[in-house]
Nanobody
């Protein structure tokens, strides 16, 4: 049974940092690409980052480049999203999701999703 469980969200001041974790179970993480998405109140869900399988590459939304870093630990079956220099506009529910071997643009390509973790950036 494929499961993805996010953790690490919370309340942080502008300029602060958080590290989100996406713990995967029921499949071998090394074979799949994992995407991070976020949805702010009243807005559509958007792709933030993606870490492909061993052949799949790494991608970032332009607005988070230089501030967010995605990584994975296959031994722990976990993908991380390190978020630095957080801004109020980063406030959203963050989700991780699984696709095939390669990162895809568009959430329609992601068949398995976690439950989400809330990130709030506010002073």
């Amino acid at each position: 049974q494929v499961q993805l469980v996010e953790s690490g969200g919370g309340l942080v001041q502008p300029g602060g940092s958080l590290r989100l974790s996406c713990a995967a179970s029921g499949f071998i993480l090394d074979y799949y690409a994992i995407g991070w998405f976020r949805q702010a109140p009243g807005k559509e869900r958007e792709g933030v980052s993606c870490f492909g399988s061993r052949h799949g590459g790494i991608y970032y939304l332009d607005s988070v480049k230089g501030r967010f870093t995605v990584s994975r630990d296959n031994a722990k079956n976990t993908v991380y999203l390190q978020m630095n220099s957080l801004k109020p506009e980063d406030t959203a529910v963050y989700y991780c999701a699984r696709t095939g071997s390669f990162c895809q643009i568009g959430e329609v390509h992601y068949g398995y999703w976690g439950q989400g973790t809330q990130v709030t950036v506010s002073s």
